[in-house]
Each structure stands twice: as C-alpha cells, then as structure tokens.
Nanobody, 127 residues
Framework: QVQLVESGGGLVQAGGSLRLSCAAS????????MGWFRQAPGKERMFVAA????????YYADSVKGRFTASRTNAENTVYLQMNSLKPEDTAVYYC????????????????????WGQGIQVTVSP
C-alpha cells in the first residue's frame, strides 16, 4: 500500500511560483507513474500533469503547459510539481496520485487509472 502526502501549498499572488511535493511511504515509487490533479471550488477534479515511472515522459494539461513542470526523485520517493506564472484560475486543491505501470513507460491521465491518492493540499492564487 502506498501512502502519499502533499506539501508546499499555500497562498501566492498571481505571477508567483510554488513547488508542491508529494512524499510516498509504504512502497517505493519506481513502479508507479505519478500524477497531479486539482479540484477547484464547485468543479470536478481535473488532470494537471503526470510523469512516467522513469521521469522521462512528463505530460501536461493544456491549461498548465509551459508553466508547470512535473519531476521526481525515485531515490527519495518524492515527486514534485513546480508551478510558475500562477494565475487565479489555478486556485484549487491539488492531489498527487500513483498508478502502477509494471515497468511500462506510460503516463496515465485518467483518474480511474490511479489507485493511490494523497489527501490534497490547497493552492490559492490571489489577483
């Protein structure tokens, strides 16, 4: 069983940056692709970014492409989401998630593909 804990959220002004971290325990992450999702108030949870188990294949939602960067350090069992040029519409609860990929260089983008989720962390971007 994988336990995931997000950190690094908070309040930032538009144009600013934050880096989210997701620390895993219970199992090593090198068997899992990792994803980031977010849920804004009154909206469904949406895909933001994902990265393959090796870290070599990141994939982003169009809304964050060029501003967000997903990365991972398997040796530290941690994944990151660097968020730059933040906009008020990025305000949401952000979740990290793990998907078993059995060694495949595959990047899931659908929520049902992820079997393990963190509790979420708030990111608020003020105008």
């Amino acid at each position: 069983q994988v336990q995931l804990v997000e950190s690094g959220g908070g309040l930032v002004q538009a144009g600013g940056s934050l880096r989210l971290s997701c620390a895993a325990s219970g199992r090593t992450l090198n068997s899992y692709a990792m994803g980031w999702f977010r849920q804004a108030p009154g909206k469904e949870r949406m895909f933001v970014a994902a990265i393959s188990w090796s870290g070599g294949t990141p994939y982003y939602a169009d809304s964050v492409k060029g501003r967000f960067t997903a990365s991972r350090t398997n040796a530290e069992n941690t994944v990151y989401l660097q968020m730059n040029s933040l906009k008020p519409e990025d305000t949401a609860v952000y979740y990290c998630a793990a998907a078993p990929v059995y060694g495949l260089e595959y990047v899931p983008t659908l929520q049902y593909e992820y079997g393990h989720w963190g509790q979420g962390i708030q990111v608020t971007v003020s105008p």
